[in-house]
């Protein structure tokens, strides 16, 4: 069952949705004329923050933002979260528009490459895709001290403990007095409303790609050509990550865009020119 329509966000997107395979309702703005193409946002975003990103590819593809479950138009994550459930989500989604794209970001593009496994796409581009390449026990010293931080409903420190904990930025070099007080500073009002809604969801599917780390030999079983995007300012880890499953995946072509970093398709930031190479790509 899909239902449809206009939504009052912006008049040139359409609101739809789809339910899942276990009964869990997940909606899709769509916009543009084309080919079907998926785009799936991060840990910390919804739909919204993909819409410019969205505009700039409507002119050649039709596009659906998803709402990943627990945010937007889609409902909750579930007691039995997981990967799986995602996936899920993704080929009702798929099923529904026909799309043989899908572009994802972040933990979206970890959950783009664990679809793919299993779904058919013709082309998928991913950007700094969630996956961990080595579980290392120090690399997750922060998930412990983000839950206690959400135990006692710190939840400034528990986003200060993600942001350091994921070394996307120079913060993770900072004590984590200074970085809170900084991030306090930089994000307030709408944008810090949003965070601090999505800060449970974060954590538990920061657990998933704890649990998937060093999985990464399963995406040899991916038939679609996948575009591999870094942005150029982006950590050497990240730089590594790419390598590695550009080493893994049978069909893959690598970008690195040297003014940009790891937040650069959303709305906030530089979408546009993240969009752009995401269209050359799949025209091509």
Known sequence: ????????????????????????????????KGPSLIVIH????????FTKFAQELSDAFTVHV???????????????????????????????????YVFGHSYGGLVTLEAARTNTFKKMAVYEPGVSIKLLPT???????YENDMNKKDFRGAF???????????????PKWYAKFILRLVIRGNHWNQIEKLLPENLIEH???????????NYQMIDANVLLIS????????????????????????????????????????????????????LS
């Open 1 to 32: 069952m899909v239902s449809a329509k206009k939504t009052s966000f912006l008049d040139s997107f359409t609101h739809s949705t789809v339910v899942s395979k276990d009964g869990t309702t997940i909606g899709y703005q769509s916009i543009g």
């Open 42 to 49: 991060g840990a910390l975003s919804t739909s919204n923050d």
């Open 66 to 100: 998803m709402d990943r479950r627990g945010r937007g138009w889609s409902g909750p994550q579930g007691n039995d979260y997981s990967i799986r459930k995602e996936c899920e989500d993704v080929k009702s989604v798929q099923e529904a528009t026909g799309a043989t």
């Open 139 to 145: 690399d997750w010293d922060w998930l412990p001290e």
């Open 160 to 174: 200060a403990s993600f942001v350091r904990g994921s070394g996307h930025t120079p913060l993770k070099r900072l």
């Open 207 to 217: 657990r998933e790609v704890k649990r998937l780390a060093s999985t990464f030999s």
């Open 231 to 282: 942005g150029g300012k982006s950590p050497d880890s990240v730089h590594q990550m790419i390598r590695v499953l550009d080493e893994t995946i049978s069909r893959t072509q690598t970008l690195t865009l040297p003014n940009l970093d790891h937040l650069a398709p959303d709305n906030k930031y530089t979408p546009v020119e993240v969009a752009q190479h995401v269209k050359r790509y799949f």
